[in-house]
């Protein structure tokens, strides 16, 4: 079993910056491949970033690709989503989640944990 809690949500205006953070618990993080996935109101849930579990690999959603960057500290069972250049489209709902492949996956239904979520709000 593995515990996540997202952070960092918050208002920003357009063009700035975020830091969300994802701390897990629970079995071991390192071997666990991570994902961040948002949700809209009225929208599907939608791929964002994941990591393998070395932080070596890396895969991005088309819509934050040069914007967004993952990254994890398996020291400190912690995985982050550093995101800039915010747009009003990025507002959503920001999910953290693992998947017990070493390996992350676009494909939300590949993961097996998920966090209570993060509210991001851009302002325009």
């Known amino acids: 079993q593995v515990q996540l809690v997202e952070s960092g949500g918050g208002l920003v205006q357009a063009g700035g910056s975020l830091r969300l953070s994802c701390a897990a618990s629970g079995r071991t993080f390192s071997t666990n491949a991570m994902g961040w996935f948002r949700q809209a109101p009225g929208k599907e849930r939608e791929f964002v970033a994941a990591?393998?579990?070395?932080?070596?690999?890396?895969s991005y959603g088309d819509s934050v690709k040069g914007r967004f960057t993952i990254s994890r500290d398996n020291a400190k069972n912690t995985v982050y989503l550093q995101m800039n250049s915010l747009k009003p489209e990025d507002t959503a709902v920001y999910y953290c989640a693992a998947t017990a492949k070493t390996y992350g996956s676009i494909w939300s239904h590949e993961y097996d944990y998920w966090g209570q979520g993060t509210q991001v709000t851009v302002s325009s």
């Open positions: 990591v393998n579990w070395s932080g070596g690999i890396t």
